[in-house]
């Protein structure tokens, strides 16, 4: 268990670790690249290392070459028979289960993908659906279309795919990672605005650094063109967005400021860099630099939030509205239900905890600010977001004590060293 320890006020610099997204989509072009390709500042955690340990089981090598920089021998997408069947345990990474499943369907093998009790939960029938209209032989295993998932790998054949956007983007860009490899042209039309579609950014971003371009219109439609490889690269990974904005929920709470190292807004695709823009909207001021973000804490006051393309950053305005005047209501989030945990419940039975007044709604929730709370033991759902939005209320209030902290292992190892100096910085 893990009690917070309060601060009065922040003058802090933090360097944030690489971004976990970036780093789960380096890893399969880098897998599927022709050469030796090398991932500087990727980010070890234990999402991204359960990728890394399924890429090697299905014929990968790479190994790490200091702490920061990670050597991957690509496989040119070309992969030798394994008569074997594979079995590949993915924990609670959503990441690494759906983009492993497209995959597994070139790694010319039988594959299990399996995980925990939750991973069980996720569904993921629109993804098997899609990758079955691609010539791939996919089944899943589990009730109502979630895992484990049954690939026989070996060829995608390609073609026209219809799939729908509104469970998860990473459906799209784990169909894009391995588009390149199918026998014929792919081209994905989508029906409705995806959910998270900055990510889908971040993916074709990185099939460009890796030298395969996409033709899209907007968020509608994707070809990728068949006989494309990717080439070996060496790739520096930027700061993780996600993980900078406890610091800058930090300062916003607290007072005084926060400056996140290796974050770049101006040229960033990640999409939780418009969390800033909620921010100040609430009251904070936010100076970007190049390489580098400051955040200035101000009077806060409640706003009204569309987070449908940034749904990671629920948890942490929803312990950022805890401290503003008014109410602040959050919506078009209905698949945050689908995450590590219920996320729009666990915030409101843990905040319940706290003695907030938080109302949980069908796509979002309804967080009363300004009413005083109380110390009290936090359970985090085995969900890390959960966890390091508990830790920015804990800076406010005395007496937070987070059980199962050690969730922020899957996308932070490092959260709690860094937390636990934030108090030191101030003035």
Known sequence: MKEIKPTQKLNAAVRIPGSKSITHRALITGALARGESILKNYLRCEDTLYTMNALEKLGVT??????EALKIWGTGGEFKRQDNRKEVYVGNSGTTLRFLM?????????????GSRRMCQRPIGDLTTALRQMGVETVCLGDG?????????????????????NKSSQFISS??????Y???????????KPVSAPYIDLTTEVMEHFGVPVERNGYAWYR???????????????????SASYFWAAAAVIGGKVTTENIHPFTTRQGDIHFLDLLEQMGCKAMKENDRVTVYGNGLSGIEADMSQMPDMVPTLAAVALFARGKTIIRKVGHLRYKESDRLKAIASEWKRLGAHVEELPDGLLIFGGIPLHSAIVDVHNDHRIAMSLAVVGLKVPGVRIR??????KSYPGFWEIWDRLGEFGA
């Open 62 to 67: 790479m190994f790490p070459v200091d702490r």
């Open 102 to 114: 497209s995959f597994a369907a070139l790694a010319n093998c039988e594959c299990i993908l399996k």
């Open 145 to 165: 279309g979630t895992p484990p998932v049954l690939v026989r790998g070996g060829d995608i054949k390609g073609g026209k795919i219809k799939i729908h956007g």
């Open 175 to 180: 169909l894009l990672l391995c588009a390149p």
């Open 182 to 192: 199918a026998s014929k042209e792919v081209e994905i039309e989508i029906h409705g």
């Open 224 to 242: 990728v063109k068949s006989g494309q490889r990717y080439s070996a690269h060496e790739f520096t990974i930027e700061g993780d967005v996600s």
């Open 404 to 409: 199962g902290e050690t969730c922020v292992k």
